[in-house]
């Protein structure tokens, strides 16, 4: 009932109120797993992509968030479930293993989901290195590759806001990227290298970002 509620109430209010830019909506394929592959901006970068995705998009979501008590907890589980959390543990040494194989149920149910293989979002601007998650799971499950660029959405919240406010914001769906030529080798490294390098590549291309060739690291006061 909640998904339904964001889908057909939530999400027209949104874009009647925002009026994000979409383009490129024709490239995300109609059936058949999709991942889509996105820069990282702003928080709000999830609901911009949820909001103007087509079919329903997952995401991860820290487990905490979903085991609440009483009615506040309860509504916050049910609001992020039906924005497309799935709730994964976070923090320990089998994060990142449980947050690919949660990833890995959608994409094999031939559902969407999204990821951002930069880890984190770009304080500065430009667009880094994306990690082999992205890489893994396309070569694992052979979904599609639908690379996103998102702009302005850094502008929707500036510090100290406490509501989304208007801003000019834009999001672009690239065409989908195909790997089945590496069928079979998903476990090699260099592929998987290749594969992500490809997608943040085809990311820059309608992004228009700066590229850097690094990891962008979390600053040490904690800002994701």
């Known amino acids: 009932m909640i998904a339904l509620l964001v889908r057909f109430v939530l ?78 543990e976070r923090g ?5 293993l449980a947050a690919l194989e949660a990833a890995r149920k959608v994409l094999d149910a031939g559902g969407v989901f999204a990821i951002y293989p930069e ?10 290195r994306g990690h082999t998650g992205v890489g893994a799971l396309a070569l694992a499950t052979g979904a599609k590759v639908v690379p996103v660029a998102l702009t302005g959405t850094e502008n929707l919240q500036p510090k100290g806001a406490r509501v989304p406010r208007p ?17 079979g080798q998903d476990y090699a490294p260099a592929i998987r290298r ?9 990311i820059l291309e309608i992004s228009g970002q700066e590229y850097v060739d690094t990891y962008h690291k979390r600053p040490s006061e904690g800002v994701a």
């Open 194 to 202: 290749s594969v992500t390098d490809e997608v943040m590549y085809a």
């Open 119 to 128: 880890g984190t979002r770009s304080l500065d601007g430009r667009l880094h």
């Open 11 to 88: 999400g027209p209010l949104v874009r009647a109120v925002y009026r994000p830019k979409v383009h490129g909506v024709e490239n995300v394929p109609a059936t058949g797993p999709v991942l889509l592959a996105a820069n990282h901006r702003a928080a709000l970068d999830t609901g911009v992509i949820t909001f103007t995705t087509p079919r329903q998009v997952k995401f991860l979501g820290k487990a905490e968030y979903f085991v609440g008590k009483g009615v506040k907890g309860k509504l916050l589980a049910g609001l992020l479930g039906g924005l497309g959390y799935v709730p994964v």
């Open 167 to 183: 801003a000019k914001i834009g999001i672009t769906f690239g065409k989908p990227l195909d790997f089945s030529r590496y069928e």
């Open 92 to 96: 320990n040494a089998q994060a990142g």
